[in-house]
């Protein structure tokens, strides 16, 4: 649980951002605390997932503040200042994204070689042990190809870990896969929740954000409608929107 | 190995196959002499020409709008003119204008080939790899530079060996098309297969037998780069991705 008062570790202040003519995030603001968890609902086209590619820089913003750690995420501008940020923020993506033509174990250690230099061997224990904890020891020799989508996306988390990151976003890690395996992903989660790991979370899973987050966002048309604890926003919905967005999934 | 020639003589005078290039040593040396040239003149222009493949699909990704220009118009020219005439511009426009000091050429027909053949098959195999390296989802790369990849790492490590893999079966069918392109080099004098085969045949008067030669020759030589690159295929073929 994080501390009432401590300073968030992400920041965002009035964050803008347009493709074109199409402004996708119209000033959005919000903080997590180290050790937080965010859940951001919202329909699709709402700018959920650029908020996500925002905050690990794969997206430049064009005006507003956001802060991770100790970087300023939009006066970052140098491949090194970028490679230095994604050691701290680390992504997970809905299509798993896994390296094709490399097997589990070497996705997994592949980054903490190559970025961050470290000892094959000792990066080799920890990729055992990361993959063991998402139950997919048995599987590290095995190609993405020959693995379900939901072994998929736990190698996927896995490879984001091994990288030992501040922070964690999951861009709607559950939604292309079937209600089956999308318990074995949100267990494995939830276990790196409790462990304290500080998590924004753009999902459709309600009952787990209900679960697990701290706060709630419910995001439409670029901005934030409407945040809060769980249990508020879920039960007693202060605005329209919110509530029709709700009445539609619950 | 008399024996054998023998029996080629045998076969000659009594059924009228008249393969001179097994009993007749000096023919013999000349066919075996434009086989090797052509074994020659495909290898190297293989290796030369999928090398311009891979420097110019990554060019055409660079930002230097002048080198992706410049490689565009390179592709363009050499897509667009049939290889016969290329050759012909490289040895008699080109080579013309490079004397070298005794007045004699500067470059010889078997290197203009060389030259020649390479860049007309590198233009197609920049398109090959190109496609290859946009066939690899932006996905993938995002989730490389998410992982703090740097940009030439990413290329190195994970776009590289995928579009590698999705331009093979259409590189391997351009490989086969510049072996067999190889036989224009007969146009500039090279002693190719073909060139020495027309030689025997002028002397010996075997012209059907000869092209019957020629024809089994090229569908071998073929047929080794085919199974070459399959099994090379099959090797580095990944579970579940691609075909």
Not at chain 1, 48 to 60: E, Q, W
Not at chain 1, 163 to 192: G, H, Q, S
Not at chain 1, 238 to 246: G, I, P, S, V, Y
Not at chain 2, 178 to 200: D, F, G, H, N, R
Request: net charge neutral; charged share 20%.
């Amino acid at each position: 649980m994080p501390e009432a008062n401590s300073e968030p570790i992400v920041a965002l202040r009035d964050v803008h951002q347009s493709f074109g003519d199409v402004e996708v995030l119209k000033g959005v603001s919000f903080g997590v605390a180290k050790g937080g968890v965010v859940c951001i609902i919202g329909p699709s086209g709402s700018g959920k997932s650029t908020l996500l590619r925002c905050i690990n820089g794969l997206v430049p913003i064009k005006s507003g503040s956001i802060r991770v750690a100790d970087f300023e995420v939009h006066n970052l501008h140098t491949d090194q200042e970028k490679i230095a940020l994604r050691k701290e923020v680390s992504m997970v993506f809905q299509q798993y994204n896994l390296f094709p033509h490399k097997t589990a174990l070497e996705n997994v250690m592949m980054a903490p070689i190559y970025v961050l230099k470290e000892d094959p061997k000792e990066v080799r224990e920890r990729a055992i042990a990361l993959l063991t904890k998402v139950g997919l020891a048995a599987k590290q020799d095995a190609y993405p190809g020959e693995l379900s989508g939901g072994q998929q996306q736990r190698v996927a988390i896995a490879r984001s870990l091994a990288m030992r990151p501040e922070v964690m976003l999951f861009d709607e890690v559950t939604a292309a896969l079937d209600p089956e395996t999308v318990k074995e992903v949100l267990n494995t989660i939830r276990e790196l929740a409790r462990e304290g790991m500080t998590c924004i979370l753009v999902t459709h899973e309600m009952r787990f954000a209900r679960e697990l987050a701290d706060e709630v966002l419910f995001t439409d048309g670029g901005t934030i409608v409407e945040s809060g604890r769980p249990a508020e926003l879920f039960d007693h919905p202060r605005k329209d929107r919110t509530r029709a967005f709700l009445s539609q999934i619950l | 190995m008399q024996l054998v020639w023998d029996w080629f003589r045998w076969l000659n005078e009594s059924t009228g196959i008249n393969l001179t290039i097994f009993y007749d040593q000096f023919d013999r040396s000349r066919f075996a002499s434009g086989f090797l040239m052509t074994v020659k003149l495909s290898v190297i222009c293989i290796v030369s020409s999928v090398v311009i493949g891979v420097v110019g699909a990554w060019i055409q990704g660079s930002r230097l709008r002048v080198a992706r220009t410049i490689v565009h118009w390179y592709i363009q020219a050499f897509r667009n003119t049939p290889p016969l005439v290329q050759l012909y511009f490289f040895y008699f426009g080109l080579g013309s204008l490079l004397k070298a000091a005794g007045g004699g050429p500067l470059i010889t027909n078997v290197t203009w080939a060389i030259v020649s053949l390479s860049f007309f098959a590198g233009a197609f195999n920049v398109e090959i790899f190109r496609s290859g390296i946009e066939a690899v989802p932006r996905t993938t790369l995002e989730a490389a530079e998410s992982l703090g990849f740097s940009r030439a790492q990413a290329y190195l490590r994970i776009v590289l060996p995928l579009a590698f893999r999705i331009s093979l079966p259409a590189l391997n069918n351009n490989l086969v098309n510049l072996v067999k392109t190889t036989t224009l080099a007969y146009a500039i004098a090279v002693p190719e297969m073909l060139y020495v085969s027309s030689q025997i045949w002028s002397d010996e008067l075997n012209v059907p037998v000869m092209m019957n030669v020629l024809l089994i020759c090229y569908f071998v030589l073929v047929g080794i780069l085919v199974y070459l690159m399959h099994r090379w295929e099959r090797a580095i073929r990944v579970p579940g991705f691609g075909i």
